[in-house]
């Protein structure tokens, strides 16, 4: 008919004629509980696990944070080879500043006076000079440092080293406390936070320890309880060093928990304790004090630092609401949704008793020309 | 009636007969442009909302970063109790190294001469000798370094510290600069940028001064103009010290404005100025300066560090076009184009007057096998 | 027909009727060939690309990283106007702790013997009087450090600094080694490894240096080497300093292959060696050793310290086979599926011969209410 009238006419019907499927109603409770039954658990799907469990319809971001630490006690020491001393945060925590990773020294190789300019026990300077040097003047000479044992391991096979003892220096420092100050920013959504709770104040923070059980939210953690949450023991861990993670996760969710975001803290040990290999054990690094004698030479003290380093390593995502991941799970849950009318078919045209009488009245075959004069018009009676 | 012929041509028809739904054409145009306009928003939406404003066909990766940073400047100090002394960067930059965080010292309690191998003041050692001994030698003898006020303030239950006055020795610090070098990377686009850009040559870096109208590419900032911008007043923090984000947001659309991946710089406090608790406020470390005497004795110089620690946190993701972003969304989009002939069908069957002629021609019931016997008779027949 | 009987089992009806299209059986090869042809190359897609290359269905997490390094190796100097001396780690190596990111010192300018008490060269103290002084005591008495050529070059147009040499003072620092251990955790996924793989004994690490075709696993690394693959000149880059980013890459998939989830290793230069401006060039900074003089007056040895800093930064995302990535997927994969019936309709009432023939008996033109009766019988008559 359109094709009678003008062309503009024709493209309105073009574009606005409406074609919709022609369907045929099966009165069946059987059909029609599978499929609303089908139905029912897809929306369940969607509704309970993508949207309550997985929160599948937020935007998410990952944590942008800053850390400050200042840990805090001191330990007195009283040696036989040296002399009584008191050690404070200045003396045994490197670096000073208190960054994301603190450095906590339990252990130590001490070589004073050491000279850079020359190496007279070893005629020739070979490549392990300096760290034989080292060695054998701990050997010959404890000088009072009183933790080197004077034993001399191969470290590698070319490079000597000395082992300290068994027991660790500052077995004190287990006592030693941590304040860690956390600020999170979750810029997308414009969140800022700090791990110091609103609901703490001075005096909390004054006598606070944290505790999982009854003080999960203090931000002072003494050092023996991050490492036995860890699953170490302390002053095993403080013979050797080695890296303790502090892991603080803000994972919130903004929509409905935002006041209730959280730090969750945990603690690991990073490195590995009794690896496969048993290689490349613990922690420690060598720096030195330098000094200039009263001649006007430069001399250094050596000092091979064992001890624990703290990383305190902030992660999680905040998600929030957002436009975009909601469309996209809706669009696929609709895309299963529409699958289940051809589960529905399946059902009807291979399980059910009167599966030809359905099948007969759904689906028509093409009729060629020649008959489809009078078949049309039998079909439309058929239907009726 | 494939069931009659072989088993190779049943398969053929079961695997190649197309099947197509009957549809109903409904030349009206109400219903055509109700369904055509619904069609129409669902377009709006994916072309401009999914990809224009959030350009969710876009792989999306975060950023890596590495930063380098210089301070430049330097102070001169004449306080009544303490020589005439200058500082430079060596001497207020902690750690020297300039990387991604970087402190500058505003204010200190500097307690020279001290030993670690005795604290005469206090005849038995308890946990807080330490920290009494600086505070009281300083409350005794301020020995020129001027800064320390002698008072002595209750700092926790068990530790006493000594409090620097309320102006800030370093007040100059307000104006060193700081250049920053931040070179990133996004690996899965192989795109490298820094924050250095090309068009900035050596002269306009000799002279030029990060401002937001001005000069938004120079990559050197005024340290007053950063923390200004942050809402703070330098002096102000620069008592009690800070920690202060200077953010660098490289979030780039690499498909179109690769060329216009530039670097904004935000700036904000990261440390609470005045938390609700008000507890553990400003920042400051301790360290030593290490000296040895004329007799050898080891002596140290222990200095209370108040200032502003500068954190460079860099963030940012890069989109590019993806192939599987892309089809997801346009796969979610379509879902949502298949809902809207449900729209329209259910606009048709309740809203227009003539619902149920349209009811009655789209929709036909089922029909019993009694009945169906005349009728599916001519059904099939149909389908010969 | 519901209408006619109870409420309740209107309802029913409504609730449970199903509603099944009706269909068109075309038995054509062709169009049957066409349809599932383009049915399989949407699986194609789904199942290879989506599926096998960009393994869609898997959830994804960033690395969670810790990183210790430790640098090995000494130099011996001997130039002439300097002492003979040794240099080990303790003295190259800024900071000490080793952490992701070290400084190994190549080229240094050393200024002893400053106090900053006055500054007698310049009768009035400028901004750049610090900086000037050092470079004048340089360029008048280069006192043995050997490495300042005392030439004065225009830094910028306030202050003058002092280049070295041409060459570099620790050349030998490229056969140095660094030792990196690095620790990897994906908390999402519980998966924990470290960069020293488990096959590896300490034997091996002994010996081993990391090559990318004999000893892709060694985790030890020749300075020189790194910087080689990362195509530059050791000692090129020794003179100015730079940046050198050591590139760990634990992308990993952990459903299939968590066992085979190694490290990769890249290494770029993260400074622009040659930037199109020329300007900020290779990396440097300054520190001070601080002494003490008999009469007890603060003395320092200023050193601007120029080397290569060591950037270890580890990224990458696990994926491991999450199902709402999974149903958003296939969703979207399916929405796509749905697209195929329109493909095919329009084909065969556009290209094929018959496609009178099909749209006649597909599609059927509403009757209206006043022929409807006599119609329905006619509807496919209207349409021709």
Not at 32 to 50: D, E, I, S
Not at 70 to 91: C, H
Not at 126 to 137: G, R
Request: with cysteine; glycine share 6%; net charge neutral.
């Amino acid at each position: 008919m359109s094709k009678s009238t003008g062309c503009c006419q024709g493209f309105l019907h073009y574009a606005f004629d409406y074609e919709t499927p022609k369907t045929l109603i099966i009165p069946s409770i059987r059909v029609g509980f599978v499929f609303r039954f089908t139905q029912f658990l897809l929306l369940l799907y969607v509704v309970g696990y993508v949207c309550v469990v997985q929160k599948a319809y937020q935007d998410r971001e990952s944590v942008i944070s800053t850390v400050t630490t200042k840990v805090k006690g001191f330990a007195f020491t009283n040696i036989s080879n040296m002399q009584p001393r008191f050690w404070d945060v200045v003396d045994y925590n490197i670096p000073p500043q208190g960054d994301d990773s603190f450095f906590v020294l339990t252990n130590m190789v001490m070589t004073p006076g050491q000279t850079q300019s020359r190496c007279p026990e070893l005629p020739t300077p070979s490549t392990t000079c300096v760290d034989d040097c080292d060695c054998v003047e701990g050997y010959n000479d404890p000088r009072g440092n009183g933790i080197q044992t004077g034993l001399c391991e191969n470290y590698s096979s070319t490079v000597k080293t000395c082992e300290p003892t068994s027991f660790s220096l500052l077995a004190e420092a287990e006592n030693f406390t941590v304040l860690i100050k956390n600020s999170i920013t979750y810029p997308k959504f414009n969140f800022h936070k700090r791990n110091i709770l609103s609901h703490i104040n001075s005096t909390y923070l004054k006598t606070c320890e944290f505790n999982r059980q009854t003080h999960p939210d203090c931000p002072i953690f003494r050092l023996k309880h991050i490492v036995s949450e860890a699953g170490e023991d302390f002053q095993d861990m403080a013979v050797k060093g080695g890296v303790l993670g502090i892991l603080i996760d803000w994972s919130c969710d903004l929509d409905w928990w935002a006041r209730k975001c959280y730090p969750k803290y945990t603690f690991r040990r990073l490195d590995n304790k009794h690896p496969v290999n048993n290689v490349a054990l613990g922690y420690n690094f060598r720096f030195a004090k330098y000094y200039r004698t009263a001649e006007g030479e430069e001399v250094r003290t050596l000092i091979k630092a064992y001890g624990i380093r703290f990383d305190v390593i902030v992660f999680g995502t905040a998600g929030k609401f957002g436009i975009v991941p909601t469309i996209v799970n809706l669009g696929a849950a609709l895309s299963f949704l529409s699958l289940v009318p051809m589960l529905a078919d399946w059902f009807i045209l291979t399980c059910m008793k009167k599966r030809d009488l359905y099948s007969r009245q759904k689906s028509t075959y093409l009729v060629e020309e020649s008959e489809a004069e009078s078949a049309s018009l039998s079909t439309t009676y058929g239907t009726q």
